[in-house]
């Protein structure tokens, strides 16, 4: 069990807390958009400051047989690698009148703002990666209104 820091079971001594945070880091893991297009296979400690991911260049597709006949497929090509300094630091402070702990008891408070800290954390890491993903964006020269849905796909995948 963890320690409350300012919940106490009596006038003196801190009263023990449930531990969720796995499940809220699962949830939000699941949940995010964010969680479901970024790159999660780094090398290094979040909690030592920054991690490092490598940047695999995207193999070319060829005709069936051809690494047979050449007796050997391509090589892996590390374009390089990109680290990643975990530099923004987040909490989620409520606080809670003596008469609501009592009244739900601290199991059930903790249970009940699960769900509502997963979708501030969901929301809060979508809008900085998606934030970042457009700073970094490319514009795509050539869009007009009148064109059709299929040019416009096209002129993205070509982008890309």
Do not use: C
């Not at 695999?56 to 590390?78: E, I, M, P």
């Not at 989620?92 to 249970?111: N, P, S």
């Not at 969901?122 to 849905?149: H, N, P, Q, R």
């Amino acid at each position: 069990m963890t320690e409350a820091y300012n919940i106490y079971a009596d006038g003196t001594n801190k009263d023990d807390l449930v531990e969720i945070k796995g499940a809220v880091i699962e949830t939000v893991a699941k949940t995010a958009v964010s969680m479901k297009i970024k790159n999660r296979y780094g090398v290094g400690d979040p909690a030592a400051g920054s991690v490092t991911y490598d940047r695999f260049k995207t193999s070319a597709s060829k005709a069936y047989g051809t690494a047979r006949t050449a007796g050997k497929g391509d090589a892996l090509k590390n374009t390089g690698k990109v680290t990643n300094n975990i530099s923004d630091r987040q909490e989620i402070i409520e606080e809670l009148e003596e008469g609501d702990v009592t009244r739900f008891g601290v199991v059930d408070l903790v249970e009940r703002r699960q769900n509502g800290e997963v979708a501030s954390m969901v929301a809060y890491l979508d809008g900085k990666f998606f934030a970042e993903a457009e700073s970094k964006a490319t514009a795509i020269a050539g869009l007009t209104t009148d064109m059709k849905i299929e040019d416009i796909i096209e002129k993205v995948i070509q982008t890309l």
